[in-house]
């Protein structure tokens, strides 16, 4: 694990990164580093007090585009024109329902303070996007952000729901606009069996690392 300082903007090759992912620490969470960051596919994750870490794992998990798995209930749905789907319209709104649901769940949420933050200086810069549900009585209750410094990749970050399927619903919008403008892959970081039923899968860091070139 490399330390880097915070008046260097760089990082090591993520190929130093050690079995768990981990590549570096410190550093900080400015609008360049971030984007520097999200172009070597690289990312930040910690807990609130401790130094900024840095990840780069392998495998890394991916949806592409084309894959997107849409059940025979969420296919009824969309047909159903409960929802509306917009985007940037609330980032800040979304970002910070994403750090409620670990707290809903009983747990210290990643997205702390400073990570909101740091992620809305991204948005007004144009680089930070959400996609936001609304139902019938036009409440927020699903979405999504994502970072896009890179026209190959799409760095999904964080979903929440408040009614039932709902943040599915925003990551099918993602998926299906993705693939209309020719985004090559949604990155999806580590797995978890809720972005494999959706049709995300791990793919070595060599072969995701070619999308950015």
């Known amino acids: 694990m490399y330390f880097i300082p915070e008046d260097i903007l760089e990082f090591p090759p993520v190929f130093l990164a050690n ?3 981990l590549l570096g620490f410190g550093g900080d969470l400015s609008i360049e580093r971030l984007q520097l960051a999200y172009s070597q596919g690289i990312f930040p994750w910690y ?6 870490l840095w990840w780069a794992p392998d495998p890394r998990m991916v949806l592409f585009p084309s894959e997107v798995k849409i059940s ?15 985007e940037d319209q609330a980032f800040e709104q979304v970002i910070k329902n994403c ?3 670990d707290q809903r769940n009983g747990k210290d949420s990643w997205l702390h303070e400073d990570m909101i933050e740091a992620y809305t200086r991204l948005h007004h810069e144009g680089y930070a996007h959400s996609v936001e549900v609304w139902n019938q009585k036009d409440e927020l209750v699903g ?5 896009q410094v890179n026209p190959n990749v799409i760095s999904g970050e964080s979903m929440f729901h408040l009614e039932s399927n ?3 619903l925003a990551f099918i919008y993602l998926a299906q606009k993705a693939e209309k403008e020719e985004v090559k892959v949604i990155d999806c970081q580590i797995y978890t069996p809720h972005l494999a039923s959706l049709g995300a899968r791990e ?3 060599d072969i995701f ?3 950015y070139k």
């Open 19 to 21: 079995s768990q992912g």
């Open 143 to 147: 979405g999504l952000y994502t970072v």
């Open 99 to 101: 750090a409620l649901t």
């Open 47 to 52: 807990a609130k007090g401790e130094e900024i």
């Open 72 to 86: 025979k209930s969420m296919r009824s749905l969309i047909r159903k024109n409960k929802y509306r789907i917009t």
């Open 203 to 205: 793919i070595p860091r």
């Open 209 to 211: 690392m070619h999308f």
């Open 166 to 168: 709902t943040s599915k």
